[in-house]
Nanobody, 125 residues
Framework: QVQLVESGGGLVQAGGSLRLSCAAS????????IAWFRQASGKEREFVSA????????RYTDSAKGRFTISRDNAKNTVYLQMNILKPEDTAVYYC??????????????????RGQGTQVTVSS
């Protein structure tokens, strides 16, 4: 079973950047598709991005396209989410999640059986 730990969150001004990391332990990350989700206070959890186990396929929600980039370094057992041109509406707790791959990338939280505890991202206006 894989354990996931997110890091890299923090407070940033609008227009700034952050890079989130999702580090895995317990199992090699190279056998898992990985997704990022976020949940803003008082709102439902939403899909942000996903990457296939090889890194060859990616998927983004519309609000992330052109601003966020998901990548992975299987040698370091880590997946990244580079977030640029951040907006106040990006404020949320960001979670990474994993499921055994390869499968068609999905935006369903319930498809990813392994989840981290989240990291807070706050974007000030």
């Amino acid at each position: 079973q894989v354990q996931l730990v997110e890091s890299g969150g923090g407070l940033v001004q609008a227009g700034g950047s952050l890079r989130l990391s999702c580090a895995a332990s317990g199992r090699t990350l190279s056998t898992y598709d990985i997704a990022w989700f976020r949940q803003a206070s008082g709102k439902e959890r939403e899909f942000v991005s996903a990457i296939s186990l090889s890194g060859s396929n990616t998927r983004y929600t519309d609000s992330a396209k052109g601003r966020f980039t998901i990548s992975r370094d299987n040698a370091k057992n880590t997946v990244y989410l580079q977030m640029n041109i951040l907006k106040p509406e990006d404020t949320a707790v960001y979670y990474c999640a994993a499921r055994m791959g390869p499968k068609i990338l999905t935006d369903s939280w319930f498809a990813y059986l392994y989840r981290g505890q989240g990291t807070q991202v706050t974007v000030s206006s």
